[in-house]
């Protein structure tokens, strides 16, 4: 199909009058004036010979003419270690190798939300298409395969396309859907061929395809550590370029695995839509996740097409956490027009430690129903003592987790890890390295836990320190961190009601027998808090982090931008994947003095 440019302002204005509406009436030379046709003297010959405009209106009121107003492309500001943002590094690093720069691939926003084409289609409908045989470059830390396809329009440019659920290797239709100034979205419509990396076998949800949730099921685990690797040292590459420079970045190790696969995560949030009209709902809206897309690649995928899937089960979620959505899905059947609006329905395994000789059913507390029976859901688990989990749905609700012979309490809706079964490793990790070098038994060994939320690394590593002082910044999160430190008889731990950037003026522990942990938000931790790190000046500092972008970015300003920082070496980087067949992965940093 022949395609013409985009009409913009200027090429309108080079439009013939004719293509305007205006009809030529051409003025014969005077001599060929018929009689009685009068010319005023100051008429020229030249003027003679232009051609006269008619207008159309005349013995009407004037016509205004309105001012075209060109729709604007409003790009969003961007936290560059948001997965947008981190996008840019890795569209920046396929360009290199495809010999490619930003200026071949921007693609023409003005022109996709203004312009029409000479049939009078919106030229998004030719940025907007089918693409056949796009063979996949690379991935991306996201889960998304990135490949470069033409550009429909300026045919000497080309595109970059994320395209989700595919692997480098893979051969694949899509659909462009959505264009951006430097890459387009799209949908995978059918993979031609697969990658060597590609084992659709493995896939064990009927949703996988569709839901936002995974991305990794049809890669075995060891191709995913291997993934979760390579994203934990391009972190590094892309927001600490320095360190690499200097070479004072060790060998990434090799990430840790989960001890479980599938039936790990203690924590779903499924949520739904409701429409204006609440009485006019035929049936209940989708209860669920959030659509990838609109695939057709998994044919044989659930859930229907709207944007929230109606999800029934969660394969990454636990036994109860499932047995939970079973008894909710089932009340919101009944339930779902006294909603006036959409709303989230939280979902949080609690665990308790049975007491012998004792009924299982008097120890449960509140929990998710069944509601034919009315009874609460339970799953008997056997650990180093008999433990009955159950499953809450109120944020406000206290539950417990029952953590490598250690219990926590904290409110159902505040943050606490989803996986449990990985705790005991990372734990354990996090306490082997804080241990101060050339330190004799009787030297005091102290500990300051930043961040430190209910208490899970304060109390587990309270046995090899001296002292330990968690600071937080919510109150509730103290106050059950002091209840933890209690109820499992820890009494070296203070905790501190603050914000972690005012946290040093208050310490008082000589910082050379003093250990740092910071497990941060994924913002990561700000520039006036790492510069009272660094003049703290502690022996050790282990962080850990949920986004290894922002953790990068953190470990190159301490090391090259703060006074004191220059003093620090990074011993080890590595990844724990708290999250299988996704692609987030959690990072560990141990810094220690030179």
Known sequence: MLISRPRSLQSIARLSLTQL?????????????????????????????????????????????????LKKYKAKKVDETSPLGVLQFEIDELLSKEGLTREQILNDMVAVLNHKDIDDNPMSSHYHREVSDVPVLQIGASGDGLAVISNPVETEKKQVVVVPFALPGDVVRI???????????????????????????????????KCAGCQFQFLTYDEQLKLKKETVFNAYKYFAPQLLAKEMLPVVGDTVASPKMFDYRTKLTP??????????????????????????????????????????????????????????RKRFERDYKNYKRGATILLRENTRVLEAGKPVEDQLGEGSQNITTGQTSFLEVMDDKPLAKTCVTKSRQVVTEYINGYTFEFSAGEFFQNNNSILPKVTDYVC?????????PEDPHYLVDAYCGSGLFSITASKGVDKVIGVE????SVSFAERNAKANGVKNCEFVVGKAECIFASIDTPSDRTSVILDPPRKGCDDVFLKQLAEYNPARIVYISCNVHSQARDMQ???QETEKGKAYKIESLRG???????????????????
């Open 576 to 594: 724990f994947d708290f999250f299988p067949q996704t692609h987030h992965v959690e990072s560990v940093c141990v810094l220690s003095r030179i």
């Open 175 to 209: 659909r462009v859907f959505k264009t951006h100034p430097y890459f387009v979205e799209s949908d995978l419509l059918e993979v031609l061929k697969n990658s060597p990396l590609r084992q659709d076998d493995l896939i064990k949800c009927r949703y996988f395809g």
């Open 21 to 69: 509406g205006f009809r030529i009436v051409h003025i014969p030379h005077i001599r060929n004036m018929s009689a009685g046709t009068t010319v005023d003297s100051s008429t020229s010959e030249h003027d003679l010979k232009r051609p006269v405009m008619e207008d159309k209106t005349a013995n009407h009121r004037p016509v205004k003419t309105r001012k075209v107003k």
């Open 432 to 440: 082997s390295n804080l241990q101060i070098a050339n330190s004799k």
């Open 557 to 559: 300003y301490f090391l």
């Open 271 to 328: 949520h739904f839509d409701m429409p204006k009209k609440v009485s006019k709902l035929e049936e209940r809206p989708p209860l669920g996740f959030g659509q990838k897309g609109r695939p057709s690649w998994r044919n044989n995928s659930s859930g229907g097409t709207k944007s929230i899937l109606d999800i029934e089960e969660c394969v990454i979620g636990t036994k109860i956490i499932n047995e939970g959505m079973a008894n909710e």
């Open 473 to 476: 910044v919510s109150a509730d």
